[in-house]
């Protein structure tokens, strides 16, 4: 399973050069995987009230092209890889009006408990995910 959303780069956003500060595209990539699974059904703020949370582990991400203040961009996001105590993402991120590849992405979460103890995905959760 494939999802996408769009986001407006704002003044915020940039550095003084109109340029997406890189450290931004962790929250855009953040907002794409939250939109991601509640589209499958998963309520992260139910999880969290069960115990159940995920944490990043592991971010790569390759800058391609500069993403600008006032582009919209379009962060494509897949699942490529679940064991059974994480779920690793890929994200690519397009300058929507041009189709031009602004970054690509591998963020690994790993399921832990509220003392940060690694768990097992639930097999409720696993079976969501196995149609990706």
Known sequence: ?????????????????GVV????????????????????????????AQGILFTVVNVEIKYHSPAKYGDIITILSKIVKITPASITFEHKIIRKETDILIS???????????????LRLKDKLGALFETT
Not at 2 to 7: A, F, G, L, P
Not at 32 to 42: H, K, P, V, W
Not at 104 to 118: E, F, P, Q
């Open 1 to 17: 399973m494939k999802d996408q959303i769009d986001i407006r780069i704002y003044y915020e956003d940039t550095d003084c050069g």
């Open 104 to 118: 690509t992405s591998l963020v690994k979460l790993a399921c832990v408990d509220r003392n940060m103890k690694i």
């Open 21 to 48: 500060y890189y450290g931004k595209y962790l929250t855009y990539l953040e907002r794409a995987r939250t939109t991601y699974l509640e589209s499958t059904g998963i309520s992260l703020a139910q999880l969290m």
